[in-house]
């Protein structure tokens, strides 16, 4: 897909067993959207996107700056009894996911406390993605302390990249969904009707749901609910990721543009009406690449069909 072949996970080991140091392997460390692809096709099960973090070390570079709300004394939220809802950094630029969601929630009679409406608050991964270790554990300290002394009940989040970040890299006491399992769930406890349509779509599993997360079955379950799925070549761990990251990365513009172009290749090899993903990244990403087909999150096609 790229001619560039140093992106490629060998030239990485190569480096790090030939004890070789400086800008190559640096180069060579952060040419990777981290999409954990090369994790699923490694023969021997190496876990290289865990490699190249460490190779990305970048504890001494001080980052604070750019989180003004660590410093900000917090007023805890009563949420007793309530859904604590994190939408995501990416999601404040495709508002439509987080809209979706609230109406999902007033559907189905679910009481919730929306943690990051009005001021953005970071999950720390896309530090973590780069190697800032320590500031990545800053974050979640402090996010911790705002979910455990909210007393919420559970927390759902829209973005993939959180929730891979809340649900392996922090510490909480209670459960933490992704928003598709989470309607998958009100779908099959009858807390939300939803209409069928005739449109035929097509689904993007994104890398930090499905490869990271290994959720690919909740997804398909929700959108059989509403529409029409359409099988593609490449799905589920397979899946061609959209381009873009959050974790700091080397490629090029041209590289990432070559890469989303592919996954959108195979997500309209069949006629589709729709492009559906579960990611505010990917959707961005499929938005930017084309005016010929609606880009959706599934929540936003289970709020237009919901039955009231």
């Given at each position: 897909?790229?001619?560039?072949?140093?992106?490629?996970?060998?030239?990485?080991?190569?480096?790090?067993?030939?004890?070789?140091?400086?800008?190559?392997?640096?180069?060579?460390?952060?040419?990777?959207?981290?999409?954990?692809?090369?994790?699923?096709?490694?023969?021997?099960?190496?876990?290289?996107?865990?490699?190249?973090?460490?190779?990305?070390?970048?504890?001494?570079?001080?980052?604070?700056?750019?989180?003004?709300?660590?410093?900000?004394?917090?007023?805890?939220?009563?949420?007793?009894?309530?859904?604590?809802?994190?939408?995501?950094?990416?999601?404040?630029?495709?508002?439509?996911?987080?809209?979706?969601?609230?109406?999902?929630?007033?559907?189905?009679?679910?009481?919730?406390?929306?943690?990051?409406?009005?001021?953005?608050?970071?999950?720390?991964?896309?530090?973590?993605?780069?190697?800032?270790?320590?500031?990545?554990?800053?974050?979640?300290?402090?996010?911790?302390?705002?979910?455990?002394?909210?007393?919420?009940?559970?927390?759902?989040?829209?973005?993939?990249?959180?929730?891979?970040?809340?649900?392996?890299?922090?510490?909480?006491?209670?459960?933490?969904?992704?928003?598709?399992?989470?309607?998958?769930?009100?779908?099959?406890?009858?807390?939300?009707?939803?209409?069928?349509?005739?449109?035929?779509?097509?689904?993007?599993?994104?890398?930090?749901?499905?490869?990271?997360?290994?959720?690919?079955?909740?997804?398909?379950?929700?959108?059989?609910?509403?529409?029409?799925?359409?099988?593609?070549?490449?799905?589920?761990?397979?899946?061609?990721?959209?381009?873009?990251?959050?974790?700091?990365?080397?490629?090029?513009?041209?590289?990432?543009?070559?890469?989303?172009?592919?996954?959108?290749?195979?997500?309209?090899s069949k006629p589709v009406d729709t492009i559906i993903t579960a990611c505010p990244m990917c959707k961005k990403a499929f938005q930017h690449a084309t005016n010929d087909y609606p880009v959706k999150d599934i929540a936003e096609i289970v709020a237009e069909n919901l039955i009231n």
């Amino acid at each position: 897909m790229l001619d560039n072949h140093e992106i490629q996970p060998v030239y990485l080991i190569r480096s790090l067993r030939n004890k070789e140091h400086g800008s190559r392997l640096n180069m060579i460390a952060e040419n990777c959207l981290m999409c954990d692809r090369c994790t699923v096709d490694c023969p021997v099960g190496i876990d290289l996107n865990s490699i190249r973090r460490m190779t990305r070390n970048k504890g001494a570079i001080d980052t604070k700056g750019n989180y003004t709300y660590l410093t900000k004394k917090q007023i805890p939220f009563n949420a007793i009894g309530r859904v604590a809802y994190f939408g995501g950094c990416m999601s404040h630029l495709t508002p439509g996911i987080t809209e979706s969601m609230e109406k999902i929630f007033i559907a189905a009679e679910q009481k919730y406390w929306y943690m990051d409406k009005q001021d953005t608050i970071c999950c720390g991964r896309p530090l973590y993605q780069q190697g800032f270790f320590n500031q990545a554990a800053e974050l979640r300290k402090k996010n911790t302390d705002m979910i455990k002394q909210s007393y919420a009940t559970m927390l759902v989040t829209s973005c993939p990249i959180c929730y891979q970040s809340f649900k392996k890299e922090y510490n909480l006491d209670i459960p933490v969904i992704h928003h598709t399992t989470y309607i998958d769930i009100l779908l099959k406890q009858g807390l939300i009707k939803v209409r069928h349509d005739d449109r035929k779509v097509s689904y993007h599993d994104p890398c930090e749901l499905g490869r990271g997360c290994g959720i690919y079955e909740e997804p398909r379950r929700v959108i059989n609910a509403v529409t029409n799925l359409q099988k593609t070549r490449y799905q589920k761990e397979k899946s061609v990721c959209c381009g873009f990251n959050l974790g700091d990365t080397r490629a090029s513009v041209e590289e990432q543009t070559r890469i989303r172009n592919a996954s959108l290749a195979n997500l309209t090899s069949k006629p589709v009406d729709t492009i559906i993903t579960a990611c505010p990244m990917c959707k961005k990403a499929f938005q930017h690449a084309t005016n010929d087909y609606p880009v959706k999150d599934i929540a936003e096609i289970v709020a237009e069909n919901l039955i009231n």
